[in-house]
């Protein structure tokens, strides 16, 4: 069993919520306990850091206090989350005026902070703790000839964490090889979708959304396989009939975030699987795999 | 320093968490070259950290420029001073949030309307901040996002209320006590 | 006789002066034992400076002097030439470092003058224990060792050899001619590369004085300026140089092909090959990586077609043991791989090239004879040529490869002479065109219709946006002198890759005892004024392994380098310093423990006498034998027990 401190950040709780369901759905089967951080607060994400830098490093440092606590390591699914933890988590580590600044202000509300979290992203821990291999020896509905366009967004591999390319991430397709499926070439696969602005700027993010629908679609791929980011997927789940109306094309591409589809794979029905929460539905896509042969060593998915 | 004592503009960007290095841009341009939504830029990247080099405050946080970063941060991965051009933008928003300009987007509202929610609720209560940032700005677009909205709602993905945090309290103490600093 | 020490504390302008109090240090001087005149001076080194010391020495009868200013490495020859010329051993001397050491790295100026007080008070103590010693000659030898055969290796070996002495020159390629040979056009003359190089290397070729050593590396060296002992390992060709004519029938009949490394695998070359025609020696070798007979036994097709019965396949390796005076490395560089750089898409895209790969496209000798063609086969239309790839770049390489802007620039003029109507773009952040004609010739490319964008691109894409970008590379840069984001679409792009130093550099640096920069560059003596010679006396260095550099500016260094070897040789004698090691015989007991301990294989075992010996020209005075030997047979000569445990006492008194 892997223990984990987990922060699902504001958006899993409403627009991310059945890439939420996913992750706490395969939790338990793939010998995982995602333990969610008690009382958590927003970590800002990026309007904060252009409101007030300062404050934005401080809410951010009450969610690494938190963590700190339960001596685990922080792992969170939001890519916006993710970027914003680990750049203050720098910051703090440190040693200059800014970390005593927000250490001091921590200890006026009762916190402390020493710098010791490791921030991760549900992917990487998918990715590295528990392996492909793993992945594929849990498969009870293979989805061969399934081809997918691997959407790994911008801020789970910039600016650089050091490990999945920062250009030409394939993490997530590996993981989509080891399900069976098939991975197509998609050049902007760790391209922004545009959603931080979407609700100021809907014209802006409409484009860069179209601009990925457009690749994945010229690539072949019949769906897109989004990492756990909330709004990664929304912008290609739930923006996508707002593509088709502005540039009037006829995309159908279903998001499928890479937790759901690991889901699904081990065997878990849609509602388990957070899929029936999905706008552009994937159930007509996905059906011919529900009755996909099962594996002789697993035993039979449960009934629809 | 400037000849009152007061920190110049450069100074004052300089000062702000991760933006040190704006002096040693090369202004090479792969920022600009870059950035996802650029053509949208009145000034693109490599020309706003010019223009904050030239002392061109008003100018630059006057326009629309800084605020359509998306934050892609393709800027940062490729710059070869190793710059961080998309800090550098994010303390430049702050600044003018920070000082009252009024750059002609909606974005300032937004994030000003999401941190109200964070204050407020200690989260983002997605579907209060939206409403409220559509009431502020233009309540007509917010019929553009029905289809979506009713999406969201029947999907379960828009709770009405939002939870109860307790840490919201402490959390406020935290916000209470910093604010943008540097040298002003 | 009596020791009296003379000290002189030295304020060198402000360097020293600003941070330590040198009147106050002068003053301390004059209070400890055997001290008797303390002085201080703006610039001891100067020769005012010096005449200070030789004065004392003669009418005060100084006879043990301290100088306390910048690093023994900048000016303890100088002092102990002063030293010497007022009749006193140099050896009498003794220097305090209270500028590198002290004024340089400290910041408060009572505690550098602290410190000074205590470093001058070491220096003291110890001169008081100096005894005098004699600096050995050693001879030096008359031959050379070369280590590289490009331009640089090539033009000091001429020089070398032109002045009557004995050149080994070694390239571990088949043949000499390095990058140069595989560029078309050499900038700004625009003169033919391989035109002007060949004539150099058929008379490397023919020097009776020259010894070409071709396919070898050297294995291992040691020794001392002067007396170098070098093994090299001379792999076997299997082909015998004394029969083959050259014909080239073999490389003809040869059925295997490989990747041709000098046409950047645009071309393949058999697996018995010349690596070009012109080489030199003009004589192949056999590549038993993928040599049939090699790997199964079989074919032998070369060696049925040979008219001289030149093929040897048993040919073994050879090691040659060699005598040198002294060594020039001139390894040369290698090109940095852009594939890293993900966003250019090289390796990933069709039609983006390296500049070397074009270089070869370009050469009428090279794989396409000289057409610039796209992977189709067809000519492009538009060529994008992008400047500091991999260069300017903390990711990568933080400084500028020097020479990128004008191949570029090169690039553009030969573009336009070979593609008819082509439009050529070149990217930069800046021109550096700095050399001789080099100005003019950035005007001249300008006036032939190149288009120059001010920009580095931040991506090269295949994904259109628009109809006319289908099925083309797209530059997506920012036009900085406009302040707009363009997208360019174009059929080629050309990468500007910078130069590094090559993947053995350092292990080449640790066999001749050199050191490696933070790029991995060799380091030379000093930047500005010695930029030939390395902290190693009797090895040079010259050309792109010392950095980056055109052809007129590696010419000149490899010049310089052969020159600085011909003063030695002609010279024909250098000095040893005296502080070697030697073993009192009477109390060595031969366990010879020091024998095996010593990195310079100085120490022997004399068995008639039961003792070991030190070889005093062998000796560079490292002193782990002094620490070893358990009955403390062994003194170092100006390092005695003595000195250096009075030299501590002076710090911590």
Redo the contacts between chains.
């Keep these: 069993m892997k223990y984990y401190a987990y922060y699902p950040g504001c958006s899993m709780e409403a627009t991310g919520a059945p890439v939420e369901a996913s992750i706490h759905a395969i939790a338990k089967p793939l010998d995982i306990n995602f333990m969610e951080l008690e009382d958590w607060t927003c970590c800002g994400s990026s309007p904060l850091a252009g409101v007030d830098k300062f404050k934005a490093i401080g809410i951010t440092a009450r969610v690494l206090a938190l963590a700190e606590k339960t001596g685990l390591d922080l792992v969170t699914p939001c890519s916006s989350c993710y970027t914003i933890l680990r750049e203050a988590n720098d910051l703090l580590k440190e040693d200059h005026d800014l970390s005593d600044k927000i250490r001091s202000t921590l200890s006026a509300a009762g916190m402390t902070y020493n710098g010791t979290v490791n921030v991760r992203h549900v992917v990487e821990v998918l990715f590295n703790d528990l392996g492909t291999d793993v992945l594929k020896s849990k498969i009870v509905r293979p989805l061969t000839g399934l081809k997918v366009a691997c959407y790994h967004g911008c801020q789970q591999v910039r600016p650089s964490y050091g490990y999945d390319d920062p250009e030409y991430p394939d993490w997530l397709d590996k993981m989509v090889v080891s399900l069976g499926a098939e991975p197509v070439n998609f050049p902007l696969k760790a391209r922004c979708c545009g959603s931080s602005l979407v609700i100021s700027e809907p014209d802006t993010a409409i484009e860069l959304i179209y601009k990925l629908l457009q690749n994945a679609s010229d690539n072949g791929a019949q769906a897109i396989v989004t990492t756990t980011c909330p709004l990664c997927h929304l912008a290609i789940d739930g923006y996508q009939a707002s593509v088709n109306r502005k540039y009037k094309t006829k995309f159908n591409l279903p998001a499928l975030a890479i937790t759901q589809l690991i889901a699904f794979a081990i065997g878990l029905d849609f509602k388990a699987s957070g899929l029936i929460g999905n706008i552009t539905s994937p159930k007509n896509l996905l059906r011919p795999f529900m009755e996909a042969k099962i594996s002789s060593t697993e035993a039979e998915a449960p009934a629809t | 320093m400037s000849d009152n004592g007061q920190a110049t503009f450069l100074e004052q960007v300089a000062s702000l968490p991760a933006c040190e290095k704006i002096n040693e841009c090369i202004q090479c341009g792969v920022c600009s070259g870059s950035c996802s939504t650029a053509t949208r830029w009145e000034y693109p990247p490599r020309k706003v950290i010019a223009m904050v080099r030239a002392g061109m405050k008003d100018e630059l946080l006057k326009s629309n420029s800084i605020w359509f970063c998306v934050s892609c941060y393709l800027c940062t991965a490729r710059c070869p001073r190793d710059i961080k051009p998309a800090n550098i933008i994010h303390g430049l928003e702050s600044i003018a949030l920070q000082e009252g300009y009024k750059p002609p987007t909606k974005t300032t509202t937004m994030y000003r309307t999401f941190a109200a929610s964070i204050t407020d609720y200690g989260r983002v209560y997605e579907f209060g901040f939206m409403l409220k940032y559509f009431l502020k700005t233009n309540p007509l677009a917010a019929l553009n996002m029905l289809p979506l909205a009713i999406g969201l709602f029947s999907h379960g993905r828009m709770p009405l209320t939002a939870k109860k945090v307790k840490g919201k309290d402490q959390l406020n103490i935290i916000i209470n006590r910093l604010s943008t600093g540097g040298d002003r | 006789m009596e020791p009296k020490i003379g000290v002189y504390i030295c304020h060198c302008g402000s360097n020293i002066a600003a941070t330590v109090d040198v009147e106050k240090v002068a003053e301390y001087a004059r209070s400890l034992p055997s001290v008797v005149v303390s002085r201080d001076y703006k610039f001891m080194c100067s020769d005012p400076g010096q005449d200070l010391i030789k004065k004392d020495i003669k009418e005060m009868g100084v006879n043990r002097v301290v100088v306390a200013s910048c690093s023994p490495q900048m000016h303890e020859p100088t002092f102990r030439r002063a030293v010497q010329e007022a009749g006193l051993n140099p050896y009498f001397f003794e220097m305090a470092n209270i500028r590198e050491q002290c004024s340089w790295v400290t910041e408060s100026r009572k505690e550098a003058t602290e410190k000074a007080k205590a470093l001058v008070s070491a220096a003291v103590r110890r001169v008081y224990f100096h005894e005098p010693l004699e600096n050995k000659e050693v001879p030096v030898h008359p031959d050379t060792l070369i280590v590289g055969g490009g331009i640089a290796g090539i033009q000091a070996a001429l020089e070398i050899a032109n002045a009557g002495h004995k050149v080994y020159l070694v390239e571990k390629e088949p043949s000499i001619g390095g990058h140069m040979m595989q560029l078309d056009k050499t900038f700004p003359t625009l003169d033919c590369s391989a035109c002007i190089l060949t004539p150099k290397m058929s008379m490397v070729g023919a020097h009776p004085m020259i010894e070409l050593l071709t396919f070898s590396e050297i294995d291992y060296v040691s020794g001392y300026v002067g007396n170098f002992r070098v093994k090299i390992h001379k792999k076997a060709r299997s082909v015998d140089a004394t029969k083959c004519n050259g014909c080239g029938t073999c490389m003809t009949k040869c059925p295997i092909k490989v990747d041709s490394e000098f046409d950047e695998k645009l071309s393949k070359r058999k697996a018995i090959y010349t690596p070009f025609a012109q080489a030199v020696p003009n004589v192949p070798v056999i590549d038993r990586k993928h040599c049939t007979y090699f790997l199964k036994g079989k074919c032998r097709a070369c060696e049925k077609f040979c008219e001289r019965n030149a093929i040897d396949f048993q040919q073994e390796d050879e090691i040659l043991d060699i005598e040198v005076g002294n060594v020039i490395i001139t390894t040369g560089y290698k090109l940095f791989d852009p594939s890293v750089i993900?966003?250019y898409g090289y390796g990933?895209l069709d039609n983006v090239l390296t500049s070397l790969e074009f270089e070869r496209m370009v050469n009428s000798a090279g794989p396409t004879g000289g057409q610039i063609l796209l992977k189709n086969g067809k000519e492009p239309e538009s060529i994008a040529i992008i400047h500091?790839v991999g260069s300017?770049?903390?990711?990568y390489h933080e400084y500028c490869s020097r020479i990128c802007c004008m191949y570029g620039m090169k690039f553009a003029h030969l573009l336009l002479e070979h593609v008819h109507g082509a439009k050529v773009y070149e990217f930069y952040?800046d021109i550096r065109s700095f050399g001789k004609g080099y100005e003019e010739f950035y005007n001249r490319v300008q006036r032939e219709g190149t288009i120059f964008f001010?920009?580095?691109?931040?991506?090269i894409?295949?994904?259109a946006?628009t109809p006319e970008e289908k099925g083309k590379l797209i530059i997506?840069?920012?036009?900085?002198l406009i302040?707009?984001?363009r997208r360019l679409p174009v059929d080629m792009v050309i990468l500007c890759s910078g130069i590094e130093p090559q993947s053995d550099a350092q292990e080449i640096a640790h066999k001749f005892n050199i050191s490696c920069g933070k790029e991995n560059f060799f380091t030379e003596r000093h930047p500005k004024l010695d930029p030939v010679a390395t902290m190693t006396d009797g090895i040079f260095i010259a050309g792109c392994c010392q950095g980056p550099k055109d052809i007129p500016d590696t010419v000149a260094q490899a010049s310089a380098a052969a020159a600085r070897v011909l003063a030695l040789i002609n010279n024909g004698k250098v000095e040893i310093e005296a502080d070697t090691a030697v073993i009192d015989e009477s109390k060595c007991s031969g366990c010879r423990v020091c024998n095996l301990l010593c990195p310079y294989n100085a120490i022997s075992y004399i068995e008639k006498d039961k003792v070991s010996r030190i070889n005093e020209a062998l000796c560079k005075g490292c002193g782990t034998c002094v620490a070893a030997c358990p009955s403390g047979a062994i003194t170092h000569r100006h390092f005695t027990d003595v000195q250096v445990l009075a030299e501590l006492e002076g710090i911590l008194v």
Excluded: L, S
């Design positions: 993900k966003e990933r500091c300017r770049d903390e990711k952040i001010r920009g580095r691109p931040g991506e894409t295949d994904v946006q997506q840069f920012e036009d900085t302040g707009k984001q």
